[in-house]
């Protein structure tokens, strides 16, 4: 069983940077390729990026491309986005979400979600 939790999201200003947080709970944590989707009311699951099981080979969508970085933390069973030059345009439900997939930029190849964290960008 797997079971993911974000954190870190929060109120930002235009321009500023959040880190966003995934624990995750399970014995295969390596076994999985980990992304970010993000969420806007109305609108469908938007794929951020996602990163392999080593962290090696990361893939960004080209709206956070060169903004947002993935990186995860095998030994502490956690995945990391970091945002940099938030635009309002990224305010959202960032969802993290893991995928026994080699490239996975589909939701439905995603096998576990997490609950979600609220980003909001101001300005």
């Known amino acids: 069983q797997v079971q993911l939790v974000e954190s870190g999201g929060g109120l930002v200003q235009a321009g500023g940077s959040l880190r966003l947080s995934c624990a995750v709970s399970?014995?295969?944590?390596?076994?999985?390729?980990m992304g970010w989707f993000r969420q806007v009311p109305g609108k469908v699951r938007e794929f951020v990026g996602y990163?392999?099981?080593?962290?090696?080979?990361?893939y960004y969508a080209d709206s956070v491309k060169g903004r947002f970085t993935i990186s995860r933390d095998n030994a502490k069973n956690t995945v990391y986005l970091q945002m940099n030059s938030l635009k309002p345009e990224d305010t959202a439900v960032y969802y993290c979400?893991?995928?026994?997939?080699?490239?996975?930029?589909?939701?439905?190849?995603?096998?576990?979600w997490g609950q979600g964290t609220q980003v909001t960008v101001s300005s």
């Open positions: 399970g014995r295969t944590f390596s076994d999985y390729t």
């Open positions: 990163c392999n099981w080593s962290g090696g080979d990361t």
């Open positions: 979400a893991a995928s026994l997939a080699r490239t996975p930029t589909w939701r439905s190849s995603y096998a576990y």
